[in-house]
């Protein structure tokens, strides 16, 4: 959710009057029809905001506003799942690494089905 509005953020405020205007008209024309739109529309439901007051600038993007916001709207086994998936990912992609005392590690394909089923979403 974060990077979405991150994404969104960078666009509507970016230099180029071209990008702006393309970002601008996906949010506000095309909201259900497009990508901007529709992820503009859930980070509003997601945090709790009225669209106007994100189209305008109307919010508080600032990081510990987000952090107390996601930190309220999730419980402790989607922080440690998340956690878990955080590291697996840079197990995967190599930042960190991972070896079994008997010398073997996991491979990229058995890493990436841990991140798919931990990014799915089920329900418990």
């Known amino acids: ?3 979405s509005l991150k994404l969104l953020t960078d666009l509507v405020l ?5 990008v702006r205007s393309v ?9 259900c029809d497009s990508f901007l739109g529709r992820n503009t529309l ?3 439901l997601h945090f709790g ?3 106007d007051d994100f189209v305008y600038g109307n919010v508080d993007l600032s ?16 922080w440690h799942t998340m956690q878990f998936l955080s590291e697996i990912i840079s197990i995967r992609d190599g930042v960190f690494n ?4 008997d010398g073997l590690t996991l491979s990229w ?4 089905a841990i991140v798919l089923y931990l990014a799915t979403d089920r329900q418990t």
């Open 109 to 112: 394909h058995e890493l990436n």
């Open 49 to 51: 905001w009225q669209f």
């Open 63 to 78: 990081n510990g506003t987000l952090l107390s916001k996601h930190h309220g709207l999730a419980n402790s086994c989607h």
């Open 1 to 3: 959710m974060i990077i």
């Open 14 to 18: 970016s230099d180029s009057t071209l």
């Open 23 to 31: 970002a601008e008209f996906g949010i506000l024309v095309g909201r």
């Open 98 to 101: 991972l070896q079994f005392s």
């Open 42 to 44: 859930l980070c509003c």
